[in-house]
């Protein structure tokens, strides 16, 4: 298996395909799925342009259909699943009455989540953790679905993670935790597991307390380390986070270290099969594990891939990925498949923010892809933040469309447009580009300009001073 592996795919594909991930090959698996919390969650959008559409970045809303019966019927006919079957009707009656036909299911919910827990536990090495990131909406359905999967004997921790951002409600106590549910493949094996320590302060302290204490904090105060505990305070992203990519429900990756750590060695692999915008694979590498990401937005993957290069100046190629394009044929396919895919790539690769229209319609953005932010050094030496409109086309380019690009350039009132096509359209923009340039320090650049995917996809940037990439590809500045 290599080293850094990821796929744009829904995690049930992959982890039922027994060739790319072999029974008992994973030693440490954390995944934070959809909870359960009836809504979509967007890319957002910031500065002048946060009125644009939002685009979905994944919807985390459940009904029971078609599908769910026949997922039903199939766990409720295999005896070793027939208890999961249980656990979902058990939900179906709590739910009973909740409102009309089309109403929103936790049953639903459970069942695709069963589904794909129950091939993790096939995955898992028999001295492996998985760690199961939820929150009190369903916490206390999923551990039923845990402790039948992997066994109520394999419980390990509910770790509760305390954090401060976010709103508050005066109807109710602040709901500031989240849920950890962490379970071992088996109780007879030895599983991993590094113990970890944590700082303990007492306030009581007793006469020569400080003699036998080892540690001072930058406060000046003393503590011991102590074995930790399962309630962690750890900040969340908050918007102004060093580590913020803009990816809604992003984790911490003092979160990830920590799991990471504690139930798993250098050179193990480490499995996040909703892996989002890559915090788990971060802490991975950053910790020399190998690893594996799964998830079915191919914005998702884009955006990883591109973090995990910039952040430890990896090689293209050192990262084998699945479901996303890796060569022309690929891209080709793709944008033939799906064009609104195929957008949302390119402008996760790129590093755009995205403001995606439905294929073949006009949006409330007139056709913009992508925003691409940059800075601008003008002569009194200032950082002046400016956007590069990004078209996205992923067949023929009419000369008419880049006559279009530059008029849309002067509508939204950005420095920049750039046309990104295959490489066999480049001459067409070569040839109907407005030739008009723009100034910084550095010299002079194209206000106009044609990026071909070919470039795309060997890591070059479009031709502007200073584009913004925190992390790798950002969403949000
Ligand atoms: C809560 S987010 C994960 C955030 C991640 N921990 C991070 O720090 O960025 C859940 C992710 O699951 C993905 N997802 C939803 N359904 C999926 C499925 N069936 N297979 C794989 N990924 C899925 C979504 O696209 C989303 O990125």
């Known amino acids: 298996m290599p080293d850094r592996l990821l796929y744009a795919d829904d995690c049930l ?7 790319a991930l072999p029974t008992g090959s994973v030693d440490l698996i954390y995944l934070d799925p959809p909870f359960n919390s009836n809504s979509h969650y967007n890319l957002p959008f910031k500065g002048k342009y946060k009125t644009a559409r939002p685009v979905e970045a994944f919807n985390d809303i459940w009904f029971w259909g078609d599908e769910e019966e026949t997922h039903l019927q199939d766990v409720s006919a295999d005896p070793r699943t027939r208890s999961l079957a249980d656990i979902v009707r058990l939900a179906q009656i709590m739910e009973r009455g909740e409102g009309g036909q089309k109403k929103r299911s936790l049953a639903a919910y459970l069942l695709n989540m069963a589904i794909r827990l129950m091939p993790m536990r096939r995955v898992l090495k028999d001295s492996g953790s998985i760690y199961l990131h939820c929150d009190p909406t369903a916490s206390h359905y999923l551990k039923l679905i845990m402790d039948a999967i992997f ?29 950890i549910l962490f379970y071992v493949h088996s109780e007879k094996a030895p599983y991993t597991f590094n113990l970890q320590k944590e700082p303990s302060y007492s ?22 380390l102590a074995t930790m505990r399962d309630v ?13 990519l803009g990816y809604p429900t ?3 990756l003092a979160l990830l270290e920590r799991i990471i750590k504690a139930s798993s060695n250098e050179g193990d692999i480490v499995l996040d099969p909703f892996c989002g915008c890559g915090t788990t694979v971060h802490a991975a590498e950053a ?9 079915i937005s191919t914005f998702a993957t884009g955006l990883i891939r591109k973090r ?5 100046g990896l090689s293209v190629d050192s990262i084998v990925v699945h479901g996303v394009p890796a060569t022309i044929d690929e891209a080709k396919s793709l944008a033939r498949r799906d064009k609104f895919e195929f957008e949302k790539w390119v402008c996760g690769v790129i590093g755009a923010e995205g403001m995606f229209h439905e294929p073949g319609t006009k949006g409330p953005d007139g056709g913009v892809d992508g925003l691409l932010k940059f800075f601008r050094i003008r002569e009194n030496q200032r950082l002046v933040p400016e956007y590069a409109i990004v078209q996205v086309k992923g067949g023929n380019v009419t000369p008419d469309a880049v006559r279009a690009l530059k008029a849309t350039v002067d509508q939204f009132d950005v420095t920049a447009g750039i046309m990104v096509c295959f490489e066999d359209q480049m001459r067409t923009v070569e040839n109907q580009r407005s030739k008009e340039t723009f100034r910084d320090v550095w010299g002079a650049y194209p206000v106009i300009q044609g990026f071909s995917v070919e470039n795309l996809l060997a890591n070059t940037d479009p031709r502007l001073p200073f584009i913004v990439k925190r992390q790798g590809a950002s969403l949000i500045v």
């Open 203 to 224: 306030t009581n302290s007793p006469p020569g307390f400080k003699e036998i204490q080892k540690h001072q904090d930058e406060y000046g105060r003393w503590y011991t």
């Open 151 to 179: 066994g109520q004997k394999n419980f390990r921790n509910e770790v509760v993670w305390g954090y401060r951002t976010g709103g508050v409600s005066k109807k109710w106590f602040g709901r500031k935790h989240d849920v």
């Open 13 to 19: 594909n992959v982890l039922n395909d027994e060739s």
């Open 250 to 252: 992003q984790k911490p």
């Open 232 to 244: 962690w305070d750890i900040n969340a992203i908050g918007r102004t986070s060093k580590e913020r």
């Open 308 to 312: 995990i290069e910039n952040s430890f």
């Open 287 to 295: 910790l020399k594990r190998r690893w594996i990401g799964i998830d």
